[in-house]
């Protein structure tokens, strides 16, 4: 939540709220540890926040004009919600391509996790996450600059 805008009208009180319950319906979790609850834990997050946006950008599509720095939009204090749509259709693009690669983008962006907690999450190496952090980066990049097709 610190990537978004001060005035969000989803607050980091209700974010996390919404993740526990969306974690604590249905089946119970055989939980394998602290780095499978997190990493479970920013995948709801995730879709807590996308489902918001699109609730919100309802009826607001982008023309498909619109480009995206990735670089910019991580750094960014608020992005915008046509931002964060084309981000999440990038994501799912990249897990079909790499399946690693676009759960460590959950890890680190939605999750906050460090690379050594998404190492640990993933089953990985430091060194790992962090070459694969840089590709998916790279890749997510170009995707983002691209016009939608």
């Known amino acids: 939540m610190r990537r978004e805008r001060p005035d969000h009208t989803l607050q980091p009180t209700a974010l996390v709220h919404e993740t526990y319950l969306r974690l604590m319906q ?13 990493a479970t834990a920013s995948r ?14 309802a009826g607001k599509r982008p023309d498909g004009k619109l480009k995206v720095d990735l670089d910019g939009f991580l750094a960014a204090p608020s992005p915008r919600i046509e931002e964060l749509l084309m981000l999440d259709e990038a994501l799912i693009r990249l897990a079909a391509m790499d399946a690693r690669q676009a759960r460590l983008v959950e890890l680190l962006y939605f999750g906050g996790l460090t690379e050594g907690e998404a190492a640990g999450a993933l089953g990985i190496s430091v060194r790992t996450v962090k ?10 990049q170009s995707q983002l600059r691209k016009p939608a097709q």
């Not at 249905?26 to 997190?38: E, K, P, T, V």
């Not at 709801?44 to 609730?55: F, G, P, Q, S, T």
């Not at 070459?131 to 997510?140: G, I, Q």
């Open 131 to 140: 070459r694969d952090w840089a590709s998916a980066r790279a890749w997510l």
């Open 26 to 38: 249905g089946q119970a979790i055989d939980w394998q540890g602290r780095a499978h609850f997190y």
């Open 44 to 57: 709801a997050m995730r879709r807590i926040l996308v489902d918001h946006a699109r609730a919100r950008a």
